[in-house]
């Protein structure tokens, strides 16, 4: 990117300030490393040879690439690539020492479709869900096709199992595992711990033969790690008395141990696990704040990408006092204000967490309600610039993780099932009357806001609680969700049903209840909604149903269209669409 000039404000720094995802090493040569960067004003992807200090740009994509792999044996990098930002597309390959002249598709015979796993290719489409499998350089041959939601999720270090996570039994949410053999496509065993209960895959041990998949259940009432064995088909769940979630990261190499990720109450810490003398594990160094990303390397080296509400991320390691392995080059971003926990209590008497980021000087403040999206996702304090660009022009910001987030438990997470929309909306202003309690918001300046699933609650809060709020910033909403399960991709629809308990023809009501386009008559506040042309989770059609009733009543309103998908990898447009953002609130409620 070129030199900023100096008088760039810091929030836009933050924007343009490079950072680096975490990496993907290959197996057998873990100095190449497939990483993104923007540092180059998007998301691209990277073969970075740490041994010999070289790298390579490998995409040019005018909307960017987010993830990439390097192949095991170090010889390519891999990429799932669409053309607009739909999500429907196709694994592509490219030599990690060579250039766009050799790219190819990963696998031969497989068609453009949304993706649904790597390791062995699983595609969704109209048609269901199916996986490929091909072998060597030769073309893919259909293993499986079925209308159940099915993800690839990995294959054995030997290369003869394949875990497949499944709703065979109706629930999407929860999933149940299989493995099978590849190249026959039998079945080798079967994980499910019936109604109400997930089961989610975790990495296969790294050492050949040895058939152990690291899995994550949920009998306890909150995430934990086990062991299954699909040598002698045993299973063994790791009993750990810890209070947050626990996942796995991954193995260490010659697999004696397992990486855990710990997050409780939106912080994280590692974790080193002996399977066998379980509950026993220590702590990895690190710094505090939100770990996302983490392995371990050949030589048992774990690295990390960590980051707090105050500090960009940075890709560590726990040797050598944390110091960063990789970096992308360019100028840091400056630091931003801490963010502080707060607690409070819903209507229904549930302790709700979230954080809160304050401006100088005493409240109230004019204050963001930021709704995150998911739903099954959480705030955690790790670094925003959205945050920084609000609290930079003088407006609080307060995250709170409503019931359905993730990080509290498993009851806490399944309370929006079959009851979608309403607790959220209830939870964020239980969340805004505390803060206004406590003196830190000005109830007259609040402003409801949120992304995805949070545009959606933002949209449903406008027209529920109308003269709560000054303002509304709903961004890749779902705003009418007839319409928007009909466009939606088949794993979204699949998420639907299980979360209202069928489609819209099953439970019509519902999902008309639960409708932002249902409350829009009664919306007074100035509302912007930022949409992509090419969404296919929050689909454009169902947000101009929305808009045209806005403008039908006259409302104070405005859209702000961009031409990529479910959100912008170009840090131009990220700015961009800030900005938009800051004025109109500037315009509406002054900070």
Request: hydrophobic share 40%; glycine share 12%.
């Amino acid at each position: 990117m070129p030199p900023e000039p100096t008088s760039t404000p810091p929030w836009e720094r933050r924007f343009r300030a490079p950072t680096v995802m975490f990496p993907r090493w290959a197996r057998h040569a873990p100095d190449r490393l497939a990483v993104t960067t923007n540092e180059t004003g998007a998301f691209q992807v990277y073969a970075w040879d740490r041994a010999r200090r070289t790298r390579r740009r490998v995409t040019d994509h005018p909307i960017g690439i987010l993830d990439a792999l390097a192949t095991p044996d170090g010889d390519g990098v891999v990429w799932f690539h669409d053309e607009s930002g739909s999500e429907v597309g196709q694994w592509v390959f490219e030599p990690f020492r060579g250039d766009a002249r050799e790219r190819r598709p990963l696998v031969e015979g497989v068609p453009d479709a949304w993706s649904a796993g790597l390791t062995i290719v699983g595609t969704a489409d109209e048609k269901g869900f199916a996986v490929h499998v091909a072998k060597g350089d030769g073309p893919a041959t259909l293993m499986h096709q079925g209308e159940w939601f099915l993800e690839v999720t990995g294959i054995s270090r030997d290369d003869a199992l394949v875990c497949l996570e499944h709703a065979e039994h109706g629930d999407v949410l929860r999933r149940a595992l299989r493995v099978v053999d590849p190249t026959t496509g039998e079945v080798v065993g079967e994980q499910w711990d019936g109604d109400g209960l997930g089961l989610r895959a975790g990495p296969w041990s790294p050492v050949p033969g040895d058939r152990r998949l690291a899995i994550v259940h949920e009998r306890e009432g909150r995430l934990r790690p086990g062991v299954w064995d699909l040598g002698n088909g045993d299973r063994f769940d790791l009993p750990l008395d810890l209070p947050g979630d626990v996942s796995v990261a991954g193995w260490w190499p010659d697999g004696s141990a397992l990486l855990l990720l710990h997050e409780h109450d939106g912080r994280s810490e590692l974790l080193h696990c002996d399977p066998a003398s379980a509950p026993s594990a220590r702590r990895v160094r690190h710094p505090d704040g939100t770990i996302m990303g983490a392995g371990v390397r050949a030589d048992g080296e774990v690295w990390y990408r960590v980051s707090s509400g105050a500090q960009a991320a940075s890709i560590r390691n726990d040797r050598n006092g944390h110091g960063e392995v990789i970096a992308p080059e360019g100028d840091r971003a400056p630091d931003g204000v801490p963010y502080r926990s707060i607690r409070f209590t819903n209507p229904r008497g549930d302790e709700v967490h979230g954080f809160l980021a304050t401006p100088p000087g005493p409240g109230p403040h004019p204050i963001v309600m930021d709704v995150h999206g998911g739903p099954t996702w959480q705030y955690s304090d790790d670094f925003s610039p959205a945050t920084q660009a609000w609290v930079d022009h003088g407006y609080a910001v307060a995250k709170v993780n409503y019931r359905g987030s993730v990080g509290y438990g498993t009851a806490f997470r399944d309370a929006l099932i079959g009851d979608p929309g309403f607790p959220e909306v209830e939870d964020v202003v239980a969340g805004l009357e505390a803060l206004v309690a406590d003196g830190v918001a000005d109830p007259t300046r609040a402003i409801l806001a949120g992304a995805s699933w949070g545009g959606y609650i933002t949209l449903l809060g406008l027209g529920l609680h109308p003269d709560r709020w000054a303002a509304g910033l709903a961004g890749v909403p779902v705003a009418d969700y007839v319409a928007a399960y009909q466009d939606e991709a088949p794993g979204l629809q699949a998420f639907d049903s299980s979360l209202f308990g069928g489609s819209p023809e099953d439970v019509p009501d519902l999902y008309r209840e639960r409708s932002p386009l249902t409350y829009v008559d009664r919306v007074v506040a100035p509302v912007l909604i930022l949409a992509g042309d090419n969404d296919t989770r929050c689909p454009i059609r169902q947000i101009l149903n929305y808009v045209e009733r806005l403008e039908a009543r006259g409302s104070t309103f405005d859209v702000y269209r961009f031409d990529a998908g479910h959100g912008s990898l170009v840090v131009a447009e990220r700015i961009r669409q800030m900005a938009a953002q800051l004025a109109f609130v500037r315009d509406h409620v002054p900070g």
